[in-house]
């Protein structure tokens, strides 16, 4: 099955959805009824309604059980219950719903630990050439992309010495055998003395064979130590809070410790990026946050997600925690997003808008504008589970309308088409333009360039006409942010 390919309703929805296992918060009573002589789809049709008509957002959408067809498959049936309301489409005009159903007597993964090259892309067709070009966003950190010398701004041309033609070819790139991968390398140019033409670096890279990699969302940390201030940085792909389970909480506690050291470093001015950060647990969002926060703000709330009226669970409501290190003296906080912030980032952002003296500042290009919660459901007895939606998020005023994206406060399209040439610096680096603007244009105060133009150096060597295509990160997709996970027997 090809996991970036075009699907119906339901299959679109569990290709980007993010499947979780073991993680248990506490168990709920909805158990099948296991009928005398109901079959074994009815069984778990009936469990699958009964979640549905308690937890749904839209619930008044739910007819009774009788009206439904008891013995349809249950991804079928499942999607029979599901409302337009959370109907969105992608940038290809795709339509995707986020609530999700999970087979669990199938193999089950989760993208936290798979086997993988590690490298995060996003595909170009070539204008007039049967070819794809792939664009490296980033690799994980101890992949065998990264470990082979393949780095975020390679353009991946050709594997094997032939060209990418196919979408069974971009998948190629997800995992798989050795292979010689040839990349054009724009952040190493040479110039042609004769014509002043500069040229990129083309070159041949052995990728080692994929293997099984941890997909730690803390891809970079640092500090950028300015006249003016001490910045910190860090680029956080999805919220997480460790390896494996719910209850490992390794990833959060790598994060204690970089804002512990921006502590004893006196960083006053962050830039958080969540530019590849599809969500995740609202739970991790809340220790993030916490960790951001300013003396001032403890105890307030951080977001709430908000239920139907008749559902047996209360709503939630996160609050910043007790933070033990010693809170930031902060001021600012840069926020750098694109399509793919979605969900818990979303929800950090606006969970922090209305804290009292921090400034939360947008750098980039509209998010996803995904509002709303979900809560994972299992029945271990049947092996199956749902996500459905449950609630909507809002910040401690309630305010919860971003259900079309943030647009940013400062715009800078890394994707733009007429910038294709922008060699995307590492993270972390002030080659990367989006943080260069933040820190010498925003924090600085310096006058520069304009954000959306290249360097006279750049738009020489570079005229490359092509169109956006797919991208490695929609498998990684959370479908809304979630809230908690209930198990039943």
């Not at 390919?5 to 909805?30: H, N, Q, V």
């Not at 892309?121 to 664009?135: G, H, M, P, Q, S």
């Not at 958080?272 to 951001?292: E, K, T, V, W």
Request: aromatic residues 12%; contains cysteine.
């Amino acid at each position: 099955m090809n996991i970036l390919s075009k699907y119906g309703r339901l299959g679109y929805i569990m290709l980007f959805s993010t499947l979780f296992f073991g993680a248990c918060e506490k168990s709920d009573t909805l158990g099948d009824e296991d009928a005398l002589g109901e079959t074994a789809n009815s069984k778990v049709n009936r469990w699958v309604h009964n979640t549905m008509k308690q937890q749904y957002l839209w619930l008044d959408e739910i007819k009774d059980f009788g009206d439904y067809r008891s013995n349809a498959e249950p991804m079928t049936f499942f999607s029979l219950l599901i409302s337009d309301n959370e109907k969105r489409k992608d940038t290809n005009g795709n339509e995707y719903y986020y609530s999700y159903i999970i087979d669990n007597n199938t193999t089950k993964t989760s993208h936290t630990n798979k086997d993988t090259y590690g490298i995060e892309f996003v595909a170009y067709k070539i204008t007039n050439e049967n070819r794809y070009e792939l664009r490296v966003m980033y690799t994980l950190p101890g992949s065998a992309a990264e470990k082979s010398g393949i780095k975020r701004g390679h353009w991946i041309a050709l594997n094997n010495g032939e060209k990418i033609t196919t979408i069974d070819d971009i998948e190629q790139f997800l995992s798989g055998d050795a292979k010689l991968v040839t990349v054009i390398d724009y952040g190493e140019l040479t110039i042609d003395e004769s014509t002043g033409n500069y040229s990129p670096k083309i070159y041949d890279i052995q990728l080692a064979k994929s293997e099984i990699t941890y997909d730690n969302p803390i891809v970079k940390n640092t500090i950028f130590n300015e006249e003016s201030c001490n910045v910190g940085y860090l680029a956080y792909t999805h919220f997480t809070t460790g390896p494996d389970s719910y209850e490992n909480v390794e990833y959060n506690n790598q994060l204690t410790k970089i804002f512990s050291n921006f502590k004893n470093e006196n960083v006053t001015k962050l830039i958080i990026d969540l530019r590849y950060n599809g969500g995740g647990y609202l739970s991790c969002a809340q220790h993030l946050a916490s960790l951001m926060s300013r003396e001032e703000h403890k105890e307030n709330i951080f977001c709430k997600v908000i239920r139907n009226s008749q559902s047996p669970y209360s709503n939630n409501v996160f609050k910043i925690n007790e933070n033990n290190l010693g809170y930031l003296d902060l001021n600012d906080i840069y926020f750098i997003i694109s399509e793919y912030t979605a969900s818990a980032s979303e929800a950090l952002i606006n969970g922090l808008k209305p804290f009292s003296n921090l400034n939360v500042y947008t750098v980039g290009t509209r998010s996803e504008g995904k509002n709303l919660a979900s809560n994972n459901f299992v029945n271990e007895g049947l092996k199956w589970e749902i996500q459905p939606i449950t609630g909507k998020v809002c910040n401690m005023n309630d305010d919860g309308n971003y259900g079309s994206g943030f647009a940013p406060d400062y715009k800078i399209d890394e994707f733009d088409g007429e910038n294709y040439g922008w060699y995307w610096g590492e993270f972390g680096t002030k080659e990367d333009k989006i943080i260069e603007f933040i820190i010498d244009e925003k924090i600085n105060g310096a006058t520069t360039k304009s954000i959306n133009n290249q360097t006279e150096k750049q738009s020489v060597y570079i005229n490359k006409k092509a169109t956006r295509s797919i991208s490695s990160l929609k498998r990684k997709k959370y479908n809304a942010a979630i809230a908690d996970t209930y198990i039943s027997k």
